[in-house]
């Protein structure tokens, strides 16, 4: 599903911790993945920093500027918490890193400010 507001917003609810993958439709084989207790806002920040082009992975900056009709998103599992969401996350990234537009190969727990 295509990464823009109303997509995100009819499909993922509020609250939904999990795991989700940013891909673009040419290269399905590649994706960048991200966890959080809250999806949907993450998946909306990040739709806004590329509409602002100020996205902090320059992999998927990069791409985004010529291929933006393909971003798309997809929910990859949901937990219960937000610890064993950022455990499989890290398994993703670790499984075959050629394989994710991941900048970072640690995960961490971000804070917001």
């Not at 602002?52 to 992999?59: D, P, Q, V």
């Not at 075959?96 to 804070?111: F, L, Q």
Request: positive net charge; aromatic residues 14%.
């Amino acid at each position: 599903m295509r990464l823009i507001k109303k997509n995100v917003q009819e499909a993922v609810k509020k609250d939904r911790i999990g795991v989700y993958a940013l891909y673009f439709r040419e290269w399905p084989h590649r994706a960048y993945f991200g966890s959080s207790k809250c999806m949907r806002r993450r998946l909306l920040s990040h739709a806004n920093s590329f509409l602002k082009k100020k996205h902090k992975n320059w992999k998927l900056s990069r791409l985004h500027d010529t291929y933006q009709d393909s971003l798309s998103f997809a929910i990859v599992a949901d937990f219960a918490t937000e610890k064993q969401a950022r455990d499989y996350e890290q398994l993703l990234i670790d499984f075959d890193s050629r394989a994710s537009y991941n900048v970072d190969t640690k995960v961490y727990k971000y804070k917001r400010k």
